[in-house]
């Protein structure tokens, strides 16, 4: 079974990046994705496992750029073009959006959770005091 396009928002890339734990991305699923404009929001270089991927549907994209950041709304239209992917999205409104659209979802404690389930890490407790 193939593994899941992953596609992370700026907020994962910020907060991991700051406390040392990006490579937990990579632990948890291998390649991930991201888009043009969220690894311009994050204004550090991308790792190369973290693939950049450009929106098709550009009207889609400007239509979520109503209701959330251009970041978020790149990743949600990248999500929404590829069928059975999931988004890391923290912010709340963005999250709502993209349930709303039958989106799958995590954000980045959730990925911290599942790399404690997947035997990554040992413990979620020295992640979260970061």
Avoid: H
Wanted: glycine content about 6%; aromatic content about 4%.
């Amino acid at each position: 079974m193939p593994e899941p396009i992953v596609i992370a928002d700026t907020s994962c890339f910020i907060v991991l990046s700051k406390i040392g734990e990006l490579s937990l991305l990579r632990d948890v699923y291998g390649q991930v994705f991201t888009t043009v404009e969220i690894a311009i929001e994050f204004g550090e270089v991308l790792p190369d496992w973290v693939l950049v991927k450009s929106v098709s549907d550009n009207v889609r994209q400007q239509a979520l750029e109503r209701q959330i950041d251009r970041g978020e709304a790149s990743a949600i239209a990248v999500a929404l073009e590829s069928p059975g992917s999931t988004v890391v999205l923290d912010d709340y409104k963005a999250r709502k959006l993209a349930k709303s659209l039958g989106v799958s979802l995590t954000g980045t404690i959730g990925i911290v959770m599942r790399a404690k389930k997947n035997g990554i890490i040992s413990s979620i407790k020295p992640i979260l005091e970061k």
